[in-house]
């Protein structure tokens, strides 16, 4: 868990410092979004006011999950609609590196919600079933194996989106060229 805090914490840094110093709007938008996650992840928001609407809603149990498991989605889905709100013009308004960019921190966010919403969900409702039969500490360690691994993967990919760009878009310049890497045609590359 404190890696991730501390990759999320590089890219909200590396984005607001290439959003301040190109003053792009998308960088630090991004560097907003990220910072969220960043804060929610680190102190566990999530979990705090996930039992707080809960409690507020008076949300029950249903399909194994607890009334605090659907408070938690139910945080999980405004952290997105914010994120959406900051940066979905990014995707129709901007120019087209951007909106690639963007999208493929689109796809860092479906990853978190993957692995830290829908496996996280379904480790809830196992653990829940097999505790109330006595038992199941070994698919939950999986389960939670999985969330955890899972979420420091996309958090992984992510920072390599951040730092090394070019990493990124060598097969979006090789098609553009119709070129080998390391070819004297693909100049970005030579």
Request: aromatic share 12%; no cysteine; net charge negative.
């Amino acid at each position: 868990e404190d890696f991730n805090y501390l990759k999320w914490a590089v890219m909200v840094v590396a984005l607001l410092w290439i959003g301040l110093r190109d003053r792009w709007l998308p960088a630090v938008l991004w560097a907003i979004v990220f910072a969220m996650i960043l804060i929610d992840d680190s102190f566990q928001l999530h979990e705090g006011f996930g039992e707080r609407i809960s409690v507020e809603l008076n949300l029950q149990s249903a399909f194994f999950l607890f009334g605090n498991d659907f408070g938690e989605i139910l945080v999980f889905l405004a952290m997105g609609a914010i994120a959406l709100i900051l940066t979905v013009v990014l995707l129709f308004r901007s120019s087209r590196e951007t909106g690639k960019i963007s999208a493929r921190y689109y796809g860092v966010l479906l990853g978190l919600g993957f692995f830290g919403v829908g496996i996280d969900a379904i480790h809830q409702v196992i653990t829940h079933i097999l505790e109330s039969k006595g038992g199941g500490t070994l698919f939950s360690s999986v389960f939670a194996l999985l969330e955890d691994g899972g979420e420091m993967l996309v958090a992984s990919y992510a920072l390599a989106l951040t730092l090394a760009p070019p990493a990124y878009t060598i097969f979006d310049r090789l098609a553009r060229r119709g070129s080998s890497p390391g070819s004297p045609a693909d100049p970005d590359l030579g």
